[in-house]
Structure formats: C-alpha cells, structure tokens
C-alpha cells in the first residue's frame, strides 16, 4: 500500500530547468527501488531514469542522459528528478513509480504516482 505524490511539474522555457520530487508514504516505502516514467500526448508511457533503494544504481533513457539527473533521500522517503535543458519533447505527465524490481517497463513497477505535468515552450 505505498503511496507516491510527484510534485514540481510546470511551464518552462526550453533551455530551462525544472526539479520533480516524490514523496513515498508506506510500510518499507524506503526499500523500493523506484523510477521515472512520463507520457506525451497520444504516446505511450516511456521510460525516463530508474534508481535502486540504495542510490547506488542510476540507469536513464538514451534521451535524457546527460540532461537529467535522479537521486533519492531514504531518510525523507524521496526521489527526485532534475531535468537540465529541457527540450519541448520532454513535455509530458511525468509518473513517479516504485517496486522491488529495477526495470525499465512499466509492467516492473507496482506502485504508480498520478503524475505532474511538464510544459516546455519553445
């Protein structure tokens, strides 16, 4: 029964940057290996940075290396995702996802925030 709230989602300039954070609630919610996903407009859901539960692995899409960056703080029960030059392809719902698995697909996560969206204007 975790539960997963993303906050930080907004409108940004290309070039610009914006930080999400995830606040994890639950029993063993620290344990949990945990990722970013995000989806375009009649896109599918896609893969964006994934991190194990002790911060010790980071793994990102092709796309967004480089650009973002993932981290977690177990004692605040928190990922983040900071996204550095964003592009307007970046602007999506981004969805804040966890389980004890690390993957990239959604079907590896099972337990979903309800997202936050990013706007990138060019």
């Known amino acids: 029964q975790v539960q997963l709230v993303e906050v930080g989602g907004g409108l940004v300039q290309a070039g610009g940057s914006l930080r999400l954070s995830c606040a994890a609630s639950?029993?063993?919610?620290?344990?949990?290996?945990m990722a970013w996903f995000r989806q375009a407009p009649g896109k599918e859901r896609e893969f964006v940075a994934r991190?194990?539960?002790?911060?010790?692995?980071?793994y990102y899409a092709y796309s967004v290396k480089g650009r973002f960056t993932i981290s977690r703080d177990n004692g605040k029960n928190t990922v983040y995702l900071q996204m550095n030059s964003l592009k307007p392809e970046d602007m999506a719902v981004y969805y804040c996802a966890a389980g004890p698995r690390l993957g990239t697909r959604v079907t590896d996560y099972s337990y979903w925030g309800q997202g936050t969206q990013v706007t990138v204007s060019s």
């Open positions: 991190i194990s539960w002790s911060g010790g692995s980071t």
């Open positions: 639950g029993p063993t919610s620290s344990l949990y290996h």
